[in-house]
């Protein structure tokens, strides 16, 4: 079935990611950058075109972390001993980070600059936002938890096991999101009985344990209810 040969090309590409966060510590240091820069943005309210900007530029950053990871290995394979020529072909892949990273700090710094100052002229003001901006990013920051939080425990692949589970996580996000959106009872009952599902086939099929299913699941429950009550 192509459906199930995408998603498994997804878990593959998935597991990369997830490998690169836990054997790169520079690529960890950037999901924690990504993570306080999108939250110092939303906070501070930038316009959509600003915060689409933001997020373009540190997907890039990203991307050449991980471009820079693949080309180190691969050099590492095709030439184990010492050479000048590898030597070369690391520092400019590394090189392609520090670009990139600087041109993204400096497109930061621009767009960020006039709410600092706003900031410092009136205070300080969490921007509010609509429901629907507020699931989305709700459910980005528990995506970027569960990759940081899988790295750190280093357990686990990102669609099957390790610690919290990741389905639990996004799928009492939406719980979360829904609840808060329809503001109707029996539509939030019936969307977590939906979550407790996935919840519970997760452990059932032996792939996560009962505790890291509560984990994610307390996750994403608490990620979501912090940004509806702070941004709402």
Not at 210 to 232: D, I, M, Q
């Amino acid at each position: 079935m192509p459906l199930n040969a995408w998603i498994r090309s997804a878990g593959f590409a998935i597991e990369g990611i997830l490998h690169a966060a836990k054997t790169q510590r520079h690529l960890r240091y950037h999901f924690y950058a990504a993570f306080i820069v999108l939250f110092t943005s939303f906070v501070l309210g930038v316009s959509r075109v600003e915060f689409l900007i933001i997020a373009v530029s540190i997907i890039l950053v990203l991307a050449a972390e991980m471009f820079n990871t693949a080309v180190e290995a691969t050099v590492d394979i095709l030439c184990p001993q010492p050479s000048e020529k590898a030597r070369i072909a690391k520092d400019i892949a590394a090189g392609s980070v520090l670009v990139t990273s600087c041109g993204v700090a400096v497109t930061g710094m621009i767009i960020l600059y006039p709410y600092m100052g706003r900031l410092f002229e009136k205070g300080f003001q969490v921007a509010r936002h609509s429901g629907d901006d507020i699931a989305l990013m709700a459910l980005v920051f528990v995506l970027i938890s569960v990759v940081l939080l899988k790295a750190k425990f280093g357990k686990g692949h990102p669609l099957a096991g390790g610690m919290p589970s990741g389905h639990a996580a996004l799928a009492f996000s939406v719980w979360v999101s829904i609840t808060y959106l329809t503001g109707n009872f029996l539509v939030s009952v019936l969307t977590f009985v939906l979550a407790f599902a996935v919840s519970r086939s997760r452990v059932k099929k032996r792939i996560h344990e009962s505790f890291e299913v509560l984990a994610g699941g307390a996750l994403g429950s608490a990620v979501t209810f912090f940004f509806f009550k702070l941004f709402s």
